[in-house]
């Protein structure tokens, strides 16, 4: 996936993400490698489950893991 977007700061922080362009994104691509490593990952590591839908610090944590 490749994007153009605006990110906003204040008083050095990020404050907003906007995404503005999709230059490349192959849904059938992304749709079958996420399936993939969601059912590699179910399969090899099950304390990762639910890694994809948990968008805390913790979750994003585990989908790295995940990758990795």
């Known amino acids: 996936m490749v994007w153009n ?3 906003q ?3 050095g922080k990020i404050i907003k ?3 503005v362009k999709y230059l490349v994104f192959d849904v059938p691509k992304f749709l079958k ?3 993939s490593l969601v059912a590699w990952a179910q399969e090899n590591h099950p304390e990762l ?3 994809l839908y ?3 610090e913790k979750g994003g944590l585990m ?3 995940a990758i990795d």
Do not use: A
């Open 49 to 51: 489950t639910g890694f």
């Open 17 to 19: 993400i906007e995404r």
């Open 63 to 65: 989908y790295l893991k």
């Open 33 to 35: 490698n996420r399936d």
């Open 5 to 7: 977007e605006i990110i």
């Open 9 to 11: 700061f204040d008083n």
């Open 54 to 56: 948990d968008q805390s």
